[in-house]
């Protein structure tokens, strides 16, 4: 059951490795991330102490864990569709899809190192958020964490999987993954809670995943927050989930269908 | 003898793509499809090579990719060991091994042997190390733990092949795989499948290009395509007659046959 997605999870180990500054460097940018955000909130951080009240923290803490979080809606969200993108431009989708392996198959399994770096990722902001800038974590609530984390990944996937539909069809111009970039950064609270927008853009915010996934996030591990206390934010998240990753199974099968008609597997 | 592929009146158009350049400009002229395969029907029998001839855009690669899965035909069927195209796909794809004409379907940051460990997991496998070290073997592979992208054409169409045969298939599918190697290692390739896969394992062979002598040398049915459209099936003999000519060579009959039309 597992031998294929280990198999792709070893095969990109060795690709990503075969590529030596590429992990020094990733260290370098989230530094450089965090120092920004840290001077950030150095100049404008007590303005906006009194949004931040419920989540119990100053604006450096609020927004390192954000960015940490927001590489898993990350991969959600891009992975797929940069994944087959460079499995057709490698000229290895029809050879991967040759072989007997179902299609969910593939799909999951092509994100699997993503999230193995995000996850490499969110281990180093929180390692230096602790050690040098002495951010505490110690009222995380675990289990809330993981199920925050692991509904975010599914409902983003779900996104994710129709904007890797719109790469199989027509290769370049992604609308869905274009707009939901552009948009969810500035409305779902990533840089900045979302109390500071105004009430029409609250109201806007409501209808992306990512406003509930990231309040619930820093709920959790800043206040120590029981699934019984996230109860709308995991249901909102639990509603995507359900609505967004069936149709976007169905979208990717009709994609791949429309890709086998046109003959066009492997052009990108 | 077992038959191990119908074809039946296969049809595939492709509709010329979108553009939103022509959408812009207003320009909505009806563009025809083009044409790759019209009414295409034949059948094949275990241990037959058939070489499927014609030149550039003559439908070859289309034929193939329709029986491998990976191409949808408009109208006819395809059955392969008695399973249909449109519902068995996955026992077909365990059933075939193809060879594309294209160099890059390998990840080119592996070894040849990570590559080939990698596509046996897909296949699911039990004993890949071991059949991957017999492929070697076969192939006589000196550098199998050198980076892809290092491998010579000839190494890599090499590699194509040790990776169609992974799952022991019966029915494989080479479009053209000789198309950048020199003559010897082309002559080698040919002489390889012919006497360790055809005579000694009895697998079924589609072989595509659009050299006669090469043709002549390796299979034993011929086909030949135009346009989409098939002039001719049948053994040399077969086809000889057709054009009335006992001693005709193939290049000679191709151009008798695709002239008439």
């Known amino acids: ?268 | 003898m077992k038959q191990i592929l119908k074809v039946e009146n296969l049809t595939k158009d492709f509709m010329p793509p979108f553009s939103f350049g022509k959408l812009v400009k207003f320009d909505f002229k009806y563009r025809r499809p083009t044409r790759a395969l019209e009414d295409v029907s034949f059948s094949l029998k275990k241990g037959e090579i058939l070489g499927v001839l014609g030149p550039n855009g003559a439908g070859k690669t289309t034929l193939l990719k329709i029986i491998a899965t990976l191409i949808l035909p408009d109208k006819g069927s395809v059955v392969v060991n008695g399973w249909r195209l449109d519902i068995d796909d996955d026992k077909i794809k365990s059933f075939i091994g193809m060879v594309s004409s294209h160099e890059r379907s390998f990840y080119w940051r592996l070894t040849g042997r990570q590559n080939l460990e990698f596509f046996a997991s897909m296949y699911d496998l039990k004993n890949a190390k071991d059949k991957i070290e017999e492929l070697f073997n076969l192939f006589k592979i000196d550098y199998q733990d050198n980076r892809f992208d290092s491998y010579s054409t000839g190494m890599k169409q090499k590699f194509a092949l040790m990776r169609s045969l992974l799952n022991e298939p019966e029915l494989l599918l080479l479009d053209e795989p000789t198309k950048s190697l020199d003559y010897t290692t082309a002559l080698n390739l040919r002489n390889f499948i012919k006497e360790n896969l055809v005579r000694k394992k009895g697998k079924t062979v589609i072989f595509t290009t659009h050299n006669m002598d090469e043709a002549l040398d390796f299979c034993n049915l011929f086909m030949i395509l135009q346009k989409g459209k098939l002039y001719a099936l049948g053994t040399l003999d077969e086809l000889r007659k057709k054009v009335n000519n006992p001693s005709a060579g193939l290049g000679e009959i191709y151009v008798k046959l695709t002239e008439r039309s």
Not at chain 1, 210 to 237: D, M, N, P
Not at chain 1, 238 to 248: A, E, R
């Open chain 1, 1 to 268: 059951m597992f031998k294929k997605p280990l198999a792709f999870i070893k095969k990109d180990f060795l690709t990503e490795s075969s590529y030596k500054l590429s992990f020094i460097f990733r260290i370098f940018s989230v530094l450089v991330t965090i120092f920004t955000y840290f001077f950030i909130d150095k100049l404008f951080g007590h303005r906006i102490v009194g949004h931040l009240e419920e989540f119990g923290v100053n604006y450096f803490s609020y927004v390192l864990l954000s960015m940490a979080f927001f590489n898993y809606v990350g991969v959600g969200l891009g992975s797929f569709s940069n994944r087959i993108r460079l499995e057709q431009m490698q000229g290895t989708l029809e050879a991967l899809l040759l072989t007997p392996t179902k299609i969910s198959t593939i799909l999951f399994s092509l994100i699997l190192w993503n999230l193995l770096f995000a996850s490499l990722d969110m281990v180093i902001y929180i390692s230096l958020g602790i050690f040098l800038f002495k951010i505490s974590f110690a009222n995380i609530n675990i289990l809330s964490t993981l199920v925050i984390l692991f509904l975010t990944i599914i409902s983003f996937s779900g996104l994710g999987i129709l904007s890797a539909s719109f790469i199989m069809v027509f290769k370049r111009g992604n609308p869905v993954s274009w707009i939901i970039n552009s948009l969810e950064g500035l409305i779902g609270g990533v840089y900045f809670p979302i109390t500071i927008m105004p009430a029409w853009l609250q109201f806007l915010a409501k209808f992306f995943p990512i406003t509930y996934a990231i309040r619930a996030v820093e709920l959790a591990v800043y206040q120590g927050y029981a699934l019984s206390q996230l109860t709308k934010e995991i249901g909102f998240l639990l509603l995507f989930s359900f609505l967004l990753l069936p149709l976007s199974f169905a979208s990717f099968r009709f994609a791949l269908k429309r890709a086998r008609q046109q003959g066009s597997l492997i052009q990108y």
